[in-house]
């Protein structure tokens, strides 16, 4: 089919700015090829260079009573939380025996004198406490203590010390844990997880894309816009870094959006050019027709989602709000891929999207009142208090297991059991009667008696789940002093105790144990820090603002979908029907990652909860690609609507002409989300399984059934206020 441009004058000039900008795009394709293929290669420069400098990140609340503790700790007493834990195992013997003692010691003593170690002790050292032997003596542990940043600790101290520690050291087998040596360990498995699936996801999505639209070129489109998205974001995220820290978890975001958002975006344009050709229009009105109607809703829609995730920006999380960052990028470089360098490859090269002769295709203009979407819309506005009744109580059922929600923390457990680092916390775990390694650290921030310290000391060690308490007044456990302890270790300007925590205790509630600790009265102001207190705080930190983060991504969307229809109905239908869509995706994440149904078939262990970082990260994007879905179908329904008058006509005119395309995305998405539950990392697994349920349940029942069924009982009352828009003939 030839190019035909028409020569601009004075209609051209009141035409719509974006029916506009396809003219142009089809007057300079060869200059915008030229220059995106231009841009792809720096983008693709820029972005190599963006993965090396993502940071590592930690679970941390500036400000919280923990982070003051912490900064007390080093003031006050110059040490702080041990992070690093070394299993060490005599080949022979136990380890009180005098070889595996001396050994030990010198192995301590090596480690302290280690670059980036600000302390190490052991059991050896510090008196041969019960916290830092196995019950039947076969191990030991060395606390060590790396100050710095989670870059600096995982990226540079740990790859160079654990290496020359863990192995063979005399007598004694060394092992390495504790929660740098987790995390550490769980980017490198998460990334790769990531790179695996994409390289499932993008042969797979081919397929579908093919026998969606029967045509190379038109499959291929929407797998090269996603990559492309992703270059660009990448790219985006290079100029963020001059001001931002963007946690290298960001990169498994834009992986995984990027194909999404590239494919649905591609496939609505490509599906409106088959549409504008099928109504006998030339490419180049064809082309500035896709522009114009699905470029304004792809617009709308990127809008949407760019907006869900800015809300955690709200957030005072590095971690989070990394999510925003990478999300945002990975919608522009969608919209630019969608925008301006589709409409000019269907300008030059058109014909190649088109179904081949004798074949209908997917996408092109069905006859009106025809078809399988029609009749289904149909059938449910004839009965839509029962239609939508039944949808609405399946996805209830669906949804049941979210009110069982409990908010915990992560530990060694999300890495899978063949993770070194894990193998160590489950022998600490089993064989040990505490865990030293995330005591609960309390500083005073004043004078203490020595008095009060150990009156103080023997509350605390009466509290359920706390093995034992250090500090300069001994050792104190089960309310009674057990020891001397180390109290040289303690001494200092003020008071420090030192909680160690039961193993069945952290394993169990730790937040719980936080808040029992902090409940017993001191005789003293103090601060409560530590492993456990910090990951309390971020949880309560977080969970705090949950409503803020709600209230702001319902209204933001809800002020983009009333710009797009004019109706202050559609928006609030929009917003209930998402919110049981996201209520089926926590249903699922509850039932199976919480409970742990299905874990051996996914091969995770469940805790009994749920660190609430990943879901929130989960709430932002199921909710962002879930109006994703509300805008391309809305659109097509408005656009019906405005053409005849009609709500019952313009909802089955627009579901026989969306909702093949919604369908047919929304499962390429789902299946994309699906292919990361082989990861090995729960995390990864929580995020593929939980997108995909939310991407299929709003694809299908959401769509086809409950949309047309509210709309249906809505009647004229859905286009309030503004009502019928009035449309020119083209």
Not at 107 to 126: K, N
Not at 439 to 464: E, F, K
Request: with cysteine; hydrophobic share 50%.
């Amino acid at each position: 089919m030839a190019v035909n441009v028409a020569t601009r004058g004075p209609r051209a000039a009141a035409e719509p700015p974006l029916r506009r900008l396809g003219h142009l795009l089809v007057r300079r394709r060869r200059l915008v090829l030229a220059l995106s293929a231009l841009l792809l290669v720096v983008a693709g420069v820029l972005a190599a260079g963006t993965v090396s400098r993502l940071s590592l990140a930690r679970f941390e609340a500036p400000g919280s009573e923990s982070d003051r503790a912490q900064a007390e700790l080093v003031r006050r007493f110059g040490t702080g939380s041990p992070d690093l834990v070394f299993l060490v195992t005599p080949r022979s013997g136990t380890v009180d025996d005098p070889a595996a003692e001396a050994a030990g010691r010198a192995l301590t003593d090596r480690i302290g004198r280690s670059d980036g170690v600000a302390e190490s002790s052991s059991y050896w050292t510090r008196g041969r406490p019960a916290t830092l032997r196995s019950r039947d003596g076969r191990h030991a542990l060395i606390v060590v203590r790396v100050p710095g940043d989670a870059d600096h600790v995982r990226a540079r101290v740990l790859p160079a010390l654990v290496p020359r520690i863990v192995g063979e050291q005399g007598p004694l087998q060394v092992r390495a844990g504790g929660g740098e040596e987790v995390f550490r360990e769980t980017v490198p498995l998460a990334r790769q997880d990531f790179v695996r699936a994409e390289l499932v996801s993008f042969p797979l999505a081919f397929v579908l894309l093919w026998l969606y639209q029967r045509r190379v070129m038109a499959a291929l489109a929407p797998i090269l816009a996603g990559v492309l998205a992703m270059v660009v974001g990448l790219a985006l995220l290079r100029g963020v870094l001059v001001f931002a820290e963007v946690s290298t978890f960001a990169l498994n975001l834009t992986l995984a959006m990027g194909l999404g958002l590239g494919i649905d975006y591609c496939l609505f344009v490509v599906q409106r050019f088959r549409e504008e050709v099928s109504a006998g229009r030339d490419r180049a009105a064809a082309v500035a027709g896709a522009v114009e109607h699905a470029g304004r809703t792809v617009l709308f829609s990127g809008l949407t989602v760019a907006a869900s995730l800015a809300v955690l920006f709200a957030l005072p999380f590095d971690f989070l709000r990394s999510f925003a960052f990478a999300g945002i990028a990975v919608v522009v470089g969608g919209l630019f891929a969608a925008m301006i360098v589709l409409p000019a490859v269907l300008a030059s090269a058109g014909g190649a999207m088109l179904p081949g002769p004798g074949r209908p295709g997917r996408g092109g203009a069905e006859t009106r009142g025809a078809g399988f979407w029609h009749g289904l819309a149909v059938r449910v506005m004839r009965r839509p208090v029962v239609s939508g009744g039944l949808a609405a109580a399946l996805l209830l059922v669906l949804a049941s297991p979210f009110l069982g929600l409990r908010f915990g923390t992560a530990d060694d457990r999300i890495l899978p059991p063949e993770a070194s680092s894990r193998q160590t916390q489950e022998v600490i775990r089993q064989t040990f009667p505490a865990e030293e390694t995330d005591a609960i650290q309390i500083v005073s921030t004043g004078a203490a008696r020595a008095a009060d310290v150990s009156a103080y000391a023997m509350r605390l060690s009466r509290v359920p789940g706390v093995a034992q308490v250090d500090s300069a007044a001994g050792a104190h456990a089960a309310g009674r002093r057990v020891g001397d302890g180390d109290p040289a270790r303690f001494r200092g300007p003020g008071a420090w105790l030192s909680v160690v925590p039961s193993a069945e205790a952290l394993a169990g509630d730790p937040v719980r144990l936080v808040e029992s600790v902090r409940a017993v009265p001191p005789p003293f102001e103090v601060l409560v820090g530590g492993y456990p207190a910090e990951l309390a705080d971020y949880r309560a930190s977080v969970v705090d603002r949950l409503p803020l983060v709600l209230a702001l991504m319902l209204g933001v969307t809800f002020a983009v979908l009333f710009l797009m229809t004019g109706s202050l109905v559609l928006p609030l239908k929009a917003t209930l029907l998402n919110v049981l869509s996201l209520g089926v995706m926590f249903g699922a994440v509850v039932w199976i990652f919480q409970e742990g149904h299905l874990s051996g078939l996914l091969g995770f262990t469940p805790t009994g909860t749920l660190d609430p970082s990943i879901p929130i990260l989960m709430l932002c994007v199921a909710y962002g690609l879930s109006m994703d879905y509300e805008v391309f179908l809305l659109s097509r329904i408005k656009e019906e609507y405005d053409r005849t008058g009609d709500t019952g006509q313009a909802v089955a005119t627009g579901m026989q002409r969306g909702a093949p395309l919604i369908t047919a995305a929304g499962g390429i998405l789902a299946l994309t989300f699906a292919a990361y539950a082989t990861a090995r990392v729960a995390f990864v697994q929580m995020l593929g399984v939980g997108m995909a349920v939310a991407v299929l349940a709003d694809a299908t029942v959401i769509r086809a059934v409950l949309v047309p069924s509210m709309m249906r009982l809505a009647g004229p009352l859905n286009w309030w206020p503004r009502g019928r828009a009035t449309t020119s003939p083209r």
